[in-house]
């Protein structure tokens, strides 16, 4: 992306407060007006009071002088106060339609980005690119008006000694533009190993189970401190050219103002200026090097918030590749058949994991999917919601194309139990409700029932109101799974995924949570994919899934006459 185009898109997210940029832009002109009036007003004061001794002025400018700065301050108030409010608005609006952005993406996406970059796309880089806007809106604009205001200024009052000026501004040049570049490479750097720090600290505070149990703790303190040292060098690289800029651009000045004192002396002991003029040309000044000194750090500020907008902006341009096509319609409740038909799938590395799959399954019965693990079941479970989209072939739900419905009417006939169990840090009711947020208090108790989770729920101090923890880290993995299935049995879908929805029960709650699922299987089409014999031997079909292919199909019985797959599977795992 050209920088042109993304500066033209931060315009477009600033386009909804035009009122208030327009307000505060008249603020910040007015507040570059005042200041020359400050400088102005020292020409009468020098040569009227002091030199003059004039009682009339004596009594007049110290009003004009109070005027000036009342002024000043009101629009000082004004621009800064509404800039912030931009600022903060275009963050929370960016913020939100990130967000927004992130989870329209399919499950591919979050293969591909790791946790802790999304978190600092959205977190720190937009502060970064807020940071810019307010300070390339005040540079352009305030300091813009002031240099223009105050120059003026000067080349009134004496243009031969702003011409001295002159000949050192260009000098002041070199740096800006080099800082802006050292910055904007740095923000990259900066922002690429926040991502790595959050990426650590998000595995191994979510991980520490593990970390203790392979008493880990000094590798993990190892390779953070690792991360974080990367992080410091370039904070501190940063920090050095920061801490650099200012007093070069200071030295510069320093070197202008030396000579106009020069120049400027000259003509006054000559005669050819008054002291009043002189005293005016030299605030003016340096009223004006303030913005002058403010260009190279708002480049800066500039050059970072552009890197940031670059990769804000490349994550906001990844189209969803799953979405709802044009003239997408509604999927009708579903009542006779799915059908794969010759599906194909790879994964972007280019592993192939279904292969040519062909699969019929009549509404209301219960197809069990079993296979070595490894052999593809969850990858073909996630293609029926469209988690993934298959590469070839077609999957049809009563006949129809499931890329011809809209996901939501589709999703909303499928309920699921994933294989690892997500529960969000919230009370046990709004789990169970997660899907239907009107349910009322019988359903959640209900669905809780049948999953068999009731028990322990009202055991618990709070009952349904027991805060679970994150990833519901306060219950056993087998409370986990009953209300991952409660979860599932609370939004009624016509279509149900179970994979492995009982692997973290003991025999004795699995044999109750066995029931549930058979209640709960009673009416709908199931894939069930199942690690103990009990959750299979009662289905319709079975499945044998090998390296992406049915190898074997049937019933129980039927599969194991055929001395095959199954019957291998059989004897290691369900017996
Ligand atoms: N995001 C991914 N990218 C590439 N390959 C993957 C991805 N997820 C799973 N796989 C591969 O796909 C195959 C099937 O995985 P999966 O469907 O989870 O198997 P199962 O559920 O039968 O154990 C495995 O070989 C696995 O390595
Ligand atoms: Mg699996």
Redesign the pocket.
Known sequence: MQDKEILLRLFKVIGPYKKLLIISIIAMIAYSAFTTAQAYILKPTVDKIFIDKDLQMLMLIPFAIIGIFLFKAVSYYVYTFFLEKIGQSVIRDLRTSLFTHIHKQP??FF?DHTTGTLISRVISDITLMQNAVSTALVGCIKDFFQIVFLLGFVFYQDWKLAMSVFIILPVAAIPIVKFGRIFRRLSTSTQEEVAKVSDRLYESITGNRIVKAFCREDYENKRFSNQIASLFSVTIKNAKYRSMQHPLMELIGGVAFAAIFWVGGKEVIHGTATAGTFFAFVVALIAAYEPVKNVSHINSAIQQGIAAATRIFAILDIEPKITDKKGATTLKPFKQTIEFQNVNFT???D?T?IKDLNLKIPAGQALAIV??????????T?LIPRFLDINTGSIRIDGIDIRDVTLASLRSQIAMVT?QTILFNDSIRNNIAYGDLEATEEQIRAAAKAAYALDFVEKLPHGFDSIIGEGGARLSGGERQRISIARAILKNAPILIL?EATSALDTESEREVQKALENLMKNKTTFV?AHRLSTIINCHKIIV?KD?NIVEQGTHDELLKLHGEYEMLYNMQYT
């Open positions: 499950l591919s293969h994964y972007e590395d592993t994991v296979g070595s693990s490894g052999g593809g079941k969850t990858t073909l996630n294989q994979d994919i899934i992406g």
